[in-house]
């Protein structure tokens, strides 16, 4: 199973949901809803999207976790 780091990553760079929309042109309940929920499927373009924005490449916002650690 796949887990985005976005918000941790924003975090760490100092980006909320509305900065973070804004950079990477995605609108803000997108990025809201990988916010809350990091499980959450997404297209490449989107993961693309914010990988620029964030400054990093696609694959940091990348976790492979066992399905056993989903909440």
Do not use: C, W
Not at 6 to 32: C, H, M, P, W, Y
Not at 40 to 48: D, I, P
């Amino acid at each position: 199973m796949i887990r985005l780091r976005v918000k941790e990553i924003a975090e760490q760079k100092g980006f909320n949901i509305s900065s973070l929309s804004r950079k990477a042109d995605i609108g803000f309940s997108t990025v809201k809803r990988i916010f809350r929920d990091p499980y959450k499927e997404v297209t490449t373009t989107t993961l693309e999207k914010l990988a620029r924005a964030l400054g990093v490449p696609t694959a940091d916002l990348i976790e492979d976790v066992p399905d056993t650690e989903k909440p």
